[in-house]
């Protein structure tokens, strides 16, 4: 395992991804954090794992590529949301669950690395 905490980082933010697929079984205060629900589901859980697969190899490409993917599903759920088309099955707070991912990472991928 890295040393790098700018990879552990990303291996965190991946965890938290997948940690968050949780939230598709949870209903009612307070446990509905955030809305994820179909698609939504697979994009946590598989690019959540590509982002612990980037921290692993300290590979800062996959880092930002897969930051990038998620703020791309960030901006589609927010252009979708409330509309009768609605790819990932969320709302703003699934934006907001996205944004905060995707940003991380984009982050932990254009910081610079030392050593």
Known sequence: MTGNRFDRA???L???AMVSAVLAFTTGDPWA???IRGATVALVLV???VAIVAGWRG???LMLTTGAAVLA???LQLIQAGRATNWLSGN???V???LGLGIGLLAVGAARHRG
Request: hydrophobic share 60%.
């Open 47 to 49: 690019l959540g794992a």
């Open 33 to 35: 954090l955030a809305r």
């Open 96 to 98: 907001a669950l996205l």
């Open 59 to 61: 590979s800062r490409a």
């Open 92 to 94: 703003g707070s699934t």
């Open 10 to 12: 990303a291996i965190v």
């Open 14 to 16: 991946g965890a938290g």
């Open 73 to 75: 599903a960030a901006v």
